[in-house]
């Protein structure tokens, strides 16, 4: 949330707080929706860190890169990954001089919706690439989500998505604890914070669109051709020309997921009657077993990430305070502080 506009996120100094990134918890509503507990009734916010964006579902993942593509050198680099069903685009946010042209009606069957909730840019971003890609198989969730939304105007579709629990609760799984009790809720979260926004890139009956919930509708990039991802990145590199030097921004692709790749391939090999100890299988394997290896590290991590740590440092300042230890470790510190910045100044 920011002051000037509730559906934007924001960024401060240190680190990313964008609002509602969403790529593995909306994509793990292909399976059973997770048993969690929705402590506000609202869509949660939590940092912009790569694994957050690491799903496992049975379909699809979002590969992550956090590079500052400053020109897209390394655009060829995210693009390895074809076929691509869709780009997430995050950037700081300004309002443009000149209002961009969207489309006088919207293509019947492509689904878009006006940003209505707060911290839900992530969530629509997501959410505009998947349920407007026909080949990608949705569970019931986001199925019945597809159909009962389907005669729904912009704004009714956005008003749908931040009031669908079943989506804001594994959304709200990955948020990180908020600290209601020690805020001093008389002042603005984020006051003069920049703002970050995601919008989404996609291919659809043959064009290219740029999908803004903040916009009143699509925009048209024009005709696919044979390589959509030109189209994309042409517009993405105007964007970031626009920024005027800003590097804070991240580029993401939904891609399939290595490990169901792997696991075909290996499938097709051991169908031809080739030996389980050949090269081949033992590579393909080996692979395998890599991927599954990171993908319980990114559990692991998130894990930790959405672990709420601070009951266990309060307690273990309270101990320190009763064995006569904190006032010391403080002065120490301090005394550290100060010499740092006696230093820096020299």
């Given at each position: 949330?920011?002051?000037?506009?509730?559906?934007?996120?924001?960024?401060?100094?240190?680190?990313?707080?964008l609002?509602?990134?969403?790529?593995?918890?909306?994509?793990?509503?292909?399976?059973?929706p997770?048993?969690t507990?929705?402590?506000?009734?609202?869509?949660?916010s939590?940092?912009?860190?790569p694994?957050?964006?690491?799903?496992?579902?049975?379909?699809?993942?979002?590969?992550?890169?956090?590079?500052a593509?400053?020109?897209?050198?390394?655009?060829?680099?995210?693009?390895?990954?074809?076929?691509i069903?869709?780009?997430?685009?995050?950037?700081?946010?300004?309002?443009?001089?000149?209002?961009?042209?969207?489309?006088?009606?919207?293509?019947?069957?492509?689904?878009?919706?006006h940003?209505?909730?707060?911290?839900?840019?992530?969530?629509?971003?997501?959410?505009?690439?998947?349920?407007?890609?026909?080949?990608?198989?949705?569970?019931?969730?986001?199925?019945?989500f597809?159909?009962?939304?389907?005669?729904?105007?912009?704004?009714?579709?956005?008003?749908?998505?931040?009031?669908?629990?079943?989506?804001?609760?594994?959304?709200?799984?990955?948020?990180?604890?908020?600290?209601?009790?020690?805020?001093?809720?008389s002042?603005?979260?984020?006051?003069?914070?920049?703002?970050?926004?995601?919008?989404?890139?996609?291919?659809?009956?043959?064009?290219?669109?740029?999908?803004?919930?903040?916009?009143?509708?699509p925009i048209?990039?024009?005709?696919?051709?044979?390589?959509?991802?030109?189209?994309?990145?042409?517009?993405?590199?105007?964007?970031?020309?626009?920024?005027?030097?800003?590097?804070?921004?991240?580029?993401?692709?939904?891609?399939?997921?290595?490990?169901?790749?792997?696991?075909e391939?290996?499938?097709?090999?051991?169908?031809?009657?080739?030996?389980?100890d050949?090269y081949?299988?033992?590579?393909?394997?080996?692979?395998?077993?890599?991927?599954?290896?990171?993908?319980?590290?990114?559990?692991r991590?998130?894990?930790?990430?959405?672990?709420?740590?601070?009951?266990?440092?309060i307690?273990?300042?309270?101990?320190?305070?009763?064995?006569?230890?904190l006032e010391?470790?403080?002065?120490?510190?301090?005394?550290?502080?100060?010499?740092?910045?006696k230093?820096n100044?020299?």
């Amino acid at each position: 949330m920011t002051a000037n506009n509730p559906c934007l996120t924001s960024c401060g100094q240190t680190r990313f707080d964008l609002g509602a990134n969403v790529a593995k918890y909306l994509l793990e509503l292909y399976k059973d929706p997770l048993e969690t507990v929705d402590i506000s009734g609202r869509h949660q916010s939590f940092v912009d860190e790569p694994e957050v964006f690491r799903c496992d579902p049975q379909k699809l993942h979002v590969h992550y890169r956090n590079d500052a593509l400053a020109h897209l050198q390394q655009f060829d680099i995210i693009t390895e990954r074809r076929p691509i069903k869709g780009l997430i685009f995050l950037f700081k946010w300004t309002q443009d001089p000149e209002p961009r042209e969207t489309v006088a009606e919207i293509p019947e069957d492509l689904f878009f919706a006006h940003q209505i909730t707060e911290n839900a840019c992530a969530t629509q971003a997501i959410l505009s690439i998947i349920l407007n890609c026909p080949d990608i198989e949705l569970g019931p969730t986001l199925t019945d989500f597809k159909t009962f939304t389907k005669d729904f105007d912009s704004k009714l579709k956005g008003e749908a998505i931040g009031h669908t629990e079943s989506i804001r609760k594994v959304h709200n799984s990955f948020a990180r604890p908020e600290l209601y009790d020690m805020m001093d809720k008389s002042k603005p979260r984020y006051g003069t914070e920049d703002a970050f926004h995601f919008i989404s890139y996609i291919p659809f009956n043959g064009r290219v669109y740029e999908l803004d919930g903040l916009r009143k509708g699509p925009i048209d990039l024009g005709a696919a051709a044979e390589d959509w991802l030109a189209v994309a990145r042409s517009a993405i590199q105007k964007r970031i020309e626009a920024l005027h030097g800003e590097i804070r921004f991240n580029l993401m692709a939904v891609v399939k997921d290595r490990r169901k790749i792997l696991s075909e391939q290996l499938t097709e090999l051991l169908k031809t009657g080739i030996n389980d100890d050949s090269y081949l299988v033992s590579e393909l394997t080996a692979k395998l077993y890599s991927e599954e290896k990171k993908f319980e590290r990114y559990s692991r991590e998130n894990s930790y990430r959405k672990h709420n740590f601070v009951p266990f440092f309060i307690n273990s300042l309270r101990l320190l305070a009763q064995r006569g230890e904190l006032e010391g470790l403080v002065a120490a510190a301090k005394d550290k502080a100060n010499r740092r910045a006696k230093d820096n100044l020299q």
